[in-house]
């Protein structure tokens, strides 16, 4: 596929699109620290609020006296579920039926908000208010193991009505045909026909994978300020103030009733959240305490109140079939994966069945089946880091294939691999090609098999390989708007800065398109306005800069068209101009399809000396529009059954048996994202996936004590991330095979390359044993029989 719809989606000469090292337009404000972000407003008058949180992983609040705490100087209000106005907040989503209230008297997890919000002139004065709360609990049981948790002994830990409610958009969709059983929800997928496919194998391979739960990386903890005012713009009630409720301030008005034109939101700084769509409460509940206090109010969470998940654990065991050639013919995947506590994302469970690296191959004969486990553990909001998170499944698979059969994992996934229209599809996909030929030379690839190289130190040398695909998950439509005004390119746009960068490659497509250079567009910033190039996430940004595309080439015609129009009729001098001899246009007798636009100048395409200055061409202020999208990508329609744009990625590492310690000696990533719009951004999207995949696999773990359901690793000093002195070097090789069908041939990167099992498939290469994520020194001492 190719960019074949759009205007100059075969374009060949790039001065601005893939250019390294633009800056970002806001950068300046985020590295020195002038960027505001929803918990950094502060205004006149404010007040602050906190919930009640859980100490329990699993309880009831059953009666909570507020009398000591609303006699406590500085309590402005104390709100609890019990409350008229906080239960009317409980709306229906998305028009899937009953939910479950806004804020209820149910703590399904440790450090839930529950039953009760103190509004006071201060954080502390919160803090002390809800220690003076006198609350009654009642404590139920808890799972937060979760293969105790699918025993038919164990505590059903959701209430009944719970199973009642509609799911969220993006919640678990459990198999009809397997009724819930106590905690246990069912999912089932077939293709094809499985017992076939085992009677065609040669030979059969079984094998079990663990990904554990790790963290949200949120560095700005979510948090809002919101407060109401009389609009004279707007009249007829008052206007809603939100700040810290970034891409959601109309989702938040419509919470409250009011309108989009009555929902003013001036800041655009998101901060990092890499794949995390879902709002808190914090970011929600402003608007109602202000309501009540009648004065600003702020709401910001802790680091520690901010300890989601972006991976549920999932227990894996799969039978695979294959043939001496090392085909495969036959997956069955039963899984067992933590559903969380309710309202939490099905990508990790049920949503997944439906993507995956199964269906890249060309076996057919494909069954998952999923025992979704309810739990206290946490909560997974919407989307995740691995998409989807069995992706590793398929990538043991092709290295145990490969180490059965003393064959090369490469060419395993080049046998395995389907080409590029279907399953069907004997042809080879070029661009996965591409990248092994490259990827290959990038690592200077020498496969060994297990526990065979030894380094010159002693340490064991281990490598490991994967393919991904380079997916658009973008399926928005974009509302486009250029404007030239004052000789100017303007592009409005509300944002927001999400660290993605996508505004910039639209201002880059933007200045490619008309002849300009990237400094030359000028951003304008405004929540009110329509477009935002985010959709789908950071490969939202091809999709939506074709579309700019599309209105970039309407505003060069009609500046052409504008800039003829002048030259041949021209406008009355100014009041300063009169007497002065008024030269005629070069552009004089020419006709708009004669020209063009580049170096500052519109000048004709003939003889570019005859040229007048773009700020010059004309005196017209002129509007451009378009609204639409690409063509639908693969991704979208196909799920893995149609390949267009791929990337590999390699990990070598050395283990010291002695004591345990692994290092990352270096990652290798080969990627082709059709067409790179902005390089900086690329690169740092590849160092970011290899930060994440390091540390699921080596450092990070959620330890909980099974007898309290409480999390003991719940902080950014117990939980362990790499540091800037632990990152390996990260070595990257880009192509533009043009394939994808977004702007330019772009398709995208996402977050494909974060993976949970590539160091830990290096890791058995060099020593030949299994270690289960995280790789500490502790367990591989203890599988090599040292500990």
Known sequence: MADL?????????????????????????????????????????????????????????????????????????IVTWEDEDIMQLGSTPFGFGPRRPWLDNIADQENAEVAVIVVAESEDICEEALRLLDVEWEVWGHVVNILE????????????????????????????????????????????????????????????????????????????IAWWFDDPYHPGGKSLHIEGAVQRKDAIGAMYGVPPEKTVQEGLFQGGKYCDWGMRKSQEI????????????????????????????????????????????????????????????????????????????????????????????????????????NWDAGTMAIYLIAEKLGKDPIDIAKLNLHGPTSQDDPNPVLSFEACLEEGKKLMNWNWHSSGTRKLPDGRLHGAAFRYQICPR???????????????????????????????????????????LEYEDIKVDFDYKERFTPVGGGSDGTTASSWAMKECAAILKQKILEAAIDEAENPPPPGMFDFGKPQEPSPLKGFKPEDLDIGNGKVFVKSDPTKAVPFSRATSKNIFATFSGRPPAAI????????????????????????????????????????????????????????????????????????????????????????????????????LETRSGNAAYGASGISHSLANTHMV?????????????????????????GKA
Request: charged content about 20%.
């Open 473 to 515: 998950h973008a399926f928005s439509g974009y509302d486009c708007k250029l404007e030239l005004r004052n000789g100017e390119v303007h592009m409005p746009t509300q944002g927001p800065c999400t660290g993605i960068y996508a505004v910039e490659c639209n201002a880059m497509v933007v200045a490619e398109e008309i002849g």
């Open 5 to 77: 719809v759009g205007v100059n989606g075969q374009r060949e000469d790039f001065r601005v699109v893939g250019k390294p090292n633009l800056p970002g337009i806001l950068s300046y404000s985020l590295a020195t620290g002038i960027a505001k972000f929803g918990i950094d407003y502060v205004v006149p008058d404010m007040l602050h609020a906190k919930f009640l949180r859980s100490p329990y992983a699993n309880a009831k609040v059953v009666r909570v006296d507020t009398a000591k705490a609303r006699a406590l100087p500085g309590v402005v209000d």
């Open 635 to 734: 991704w979208s329609v196909g799920m893995g059954r149609m390949l267009d744009t791929m990337n590999t990625a390699y990990c070598e590492v050395a283990v010291d048996t002695e004591t345990g310690e692994v290092e990352i000696l270096r990652f290798g990533v080969v990627a082709d994202p059709g067409k790179i719009m902005r390089l900086t951004s690329l690169e740092s999207q590849i160092d970011q996936v290899m930060y994440f995949s390091q540390g699921c696999q080596l450092l990070e773990e959620y330890v909980y004590d099974e007898r309290s359901g409480l999390r003991l690793t719940g902080n950014m000093i117990d939980y362990k991330k790499p540091t800037i002195l632990d990152i390996p070097p990260v070595d990257r090789k880009f």
């Open 760 to 784: 830990i498939i290096a890791i058995h290469n060099a020593i030949g044993v299994w270690v289960d994520p995280p790789a500490t020194p502790d367990k591989i001492l203890k599988a090599l």
């Open 149 to 224: 948790g699918r025993k038919p002994d164990a505590p059903v830990v959701r209430p009944p009505e719970f199973n009642n409610l509609a799911p969220d958009m993006f919640g678990p969709r459990p198999d009809p045909n397997h009724p819930k059983q106590g905690n246990v929800s069912y999912a089932l997928t077939v293709q094809g026909d499985i017992e076939a496919g085992f009677k065609e194998a040669d030979q059969i391979i079984e094998y079990d994978l663990h990904i554990p739960t790790f963290a949200s990386h949120i560095p700005n903890p979510p948090g809002s």
């Open 286 to 389: 402003t608007p109602l305490l202000a309501k009540r206090t009648g004065r600003p109010v702020r709401m910001a969470n802790t680091r520690e109140e901010t300890f989601d998940f972006l991976m549920n654990e999932r227990i894996m065991h799969l039978k695979v079939g294959i043939k001496n050639t090392g085909l495969i013919t036959a997956i069955d995947d039963f899984s067992i994966s933590d559903g969380g506590v309710q309202g939490s994302s099905s990508f990790g469970t049920s949503g997944d069945q439906g993507y995956g690296p199964y269906y890249t191959m060309r076996c057919k004969n494909i069954r998952q089946f999923m025992e979704i486990v309810d739990s206290n553990r946490g909560k997974m909001y919407l989307s995740g880091q691995h998409c989807p998170f």
